[in-house]
């Protein structure tokens, strides 16, 4: 049977801090700091060509967990976005509504506006009264 292989003192450092960085409970960075190589280095207290050359396993584990962000981040900002066009299209939907109405209340205004200037011009005429006798 084979013995396992001790891990490096600067690749348990990585490892931790990764570790401690998902949990958000960083002993160095800020909490509010993105999981990036160099936010793992300064936390593990290594430098980032250390990480690059000597732990390859961790910093694509790195790199996936700040891929899993960015892509977080944009279905974010896609549903956000679905949200503004769908209430664009409401609100266009809307618009062209009160358009027809806006049209078929002009047309209403102006046939009342026909309607108000020939009763005016029948008042106006001297021979408008009906003699009753």
């Known amino acids: 049977m084979t013995s396992p292989v ?3 003192k600067s690749h348990k450092a990585v490892r931790m801090a ?24 300064e936390e593990a207290d290594v430098t980032r060509n250390t990480i690059n050359r000597d732990c390859p396993d961790l910093h694509t584990r790195i790199q996936g967990l700040m891929n899993k962000d ?5 279905k974010r900002k896609q549903l956000e976005l679905n949200k503004f066009k769908e209430r664009n299209k ?10 027809t109405m806006l049209s078929r209340i002009q047309s209403k205004n102006a046939t009342l506006m026909q309607e108000n200037d020939r009763l005016n011009a029948q008042k ?5 009264v009906v003699t009753l006798m």
């Open 6 to 8: 001790k891990e490096s």
């Open 18 to 41: 990764i570790i401690r960085i998902e949990n958000g409970r960083p002993n160095v960075i800020s909490k509010e700091r993105k999981i990036s190589v160099s936010s793992v280095a």
């Open 90 to 99: 409401d609100l266009r939907d809307e618009v062209e509504e009160l358009k």
């Open 124 to 128: 106006a005429k001297p021979h408008n």
């Open 70 to 74: 960015v892509r977080e981040q944009l």
